[in-house]
């Protein structure tokens, strides 16, 4: 087999990006890493769901109150056991866990990071085929080195993440993933079992097309959204349109789409729900940490997201995130 060196797996970049800072201790190389095995791990067992014990329901419920998917169990397992056996986390938070849940050992207590994630997003779709995803973020340690990190670690406001990012279990598997610098996506070659290079530098195109909302909340949305969702719809070629309605009820592949393609995704609040249904802390701010990179926006209809101080671990709030023109033009309807 040919291998095409020109092509950096996500090991290489990971270690080429950290020659670009002397001072590097390469602990976030590594722990990028290890959530690239992770996932590897987990896209072999979501490409054969269906032939083993391990579809369908958990019978249980997470924090959140909502059905557990074995999927979403073996998920949450495989990311925090590679985190935990691996160098550089000194602990991590999950949408299946009540509570941090902080690696107290002498190697753990001296990294520098810790991790949050959302282990199998969508995992709704996963009896039906349609794409999931993970999504993560990571932060620098506000706690004192040497000793377990804290409940501060991780109730911190979104623009101190250091990198976030997602993978997508789909028609490919990716591995998307934002540092400050900028934001690259890695397909995984089945042939060999790397991510490689596939999307360097992405960049959100600043005018999009598509929408991203559940209708069926139409009449529960407060009327600023209702009007926005009518003008999407109303629009023709004389005011930009006409814009295209895509939602497929996985956030991850919906905003994925948008990201690559220029659009606009909304999960806003309700009636019976005002402060939304995402997590902001292991789903929104990553999200817009890699939006922003990448040139595009994301709020909550009043403020940026990641300048939201988080409260608590399972924080809910409103999400609008996408193209910048798309999203100064929803301010517009939000803020009358």
């Not at 959100?204 to 003008?231: A, L, M, Q, W």
């Not at 939006?291 to 997201?305: S, W």
Request: hydrophobic share 35%; charged share 25%.
């Amino acid at each position: 087999m040919l291998i095409n060196r020109n092509v950096l797996t996500l090991d290489e970049f990971t270690i080429q990006e950290m020659r670009a800072f002397p001072s590097a201790t390469g602990e976030l190389s590594s722990l990028l890493r290890d959530l690239g095995l992770a996932a590897k791990r987990v896209n072999v067992e979501v490409n054969k769901a269906g032939l083993v014990d391990i579809l369908g329901d958990f019978g249980t419920t997470n924090v959140q109150g909502e059905e557990v998917k074995k999927l979403d169990i073996y998920a949450n397992n495989q990311f925090m056991g590679v985190l935990k056996h691996g160098i550089s986390c000194a602990g991590i938070a999950s949408e299946e866990l009540d509570d941090i849940v902080i690696f107290d050992d002498e190697v753990s207590n001296n990294s520098k990071y810790i991790c949050m994630f959302d282990p199998l997003d969508g995992s709704g779709n996963i009896d039906v085929g349609i794409s999931i995803g993970t999504i993560f973020c990571i932060y620098k340690r506000v706690s004192e080195l040497g000793k377990p990190c804290t409940a501060a670690d991780f109730l911190q406001p979104g623009n101190r993440q250091v990198a976030a990012g997602y993978v997508i279990y789909g028609s490919s598997t990716m591995f998307v993933y934002a540092t400050k610098r900028s934001v690259n996506g890695f397909t995984l070659d089945q042939a060999v079992g790397e991510f490689s290079l596939s999307h360097p530098d992405i960049k959100c195109p600043t005018d999009g097309k598509i929408y991203s909302v559940n209708h069926g909340n139409f009449f529960r949305y407060e009327e600023n959204v209702r009007n926005y969702i009518n003008t999407c719809q109303r629009k023709d070629k004389t005011n930009g349109g006409p814009y295209t309605q895509r939602y497929i009820g996985s956030m991850v592949a919906d905003v994925h789409r948008n990201l690559i393609k220029g659009g606009i995704f909304a999960y806003p609040g309700t009636i019976d729900r005002p402060k939304g249904k995402l997590r902001l802390l292991y789903e929104c701010n990553p999200f817009a940490f890699i939006t922003e990179i990448a040139g595009g926006r994301a709020t909550d209809g009043k403020q940026r997201i990641l300048d939201i101080q988080p409260t608590e671990l399972h924080q809910r709030t409103p999400f609008f995130v996408g193209s910048k023109n798309m999203m100064d033009e929803l301010d517009t309807f939000i803020r009358k």
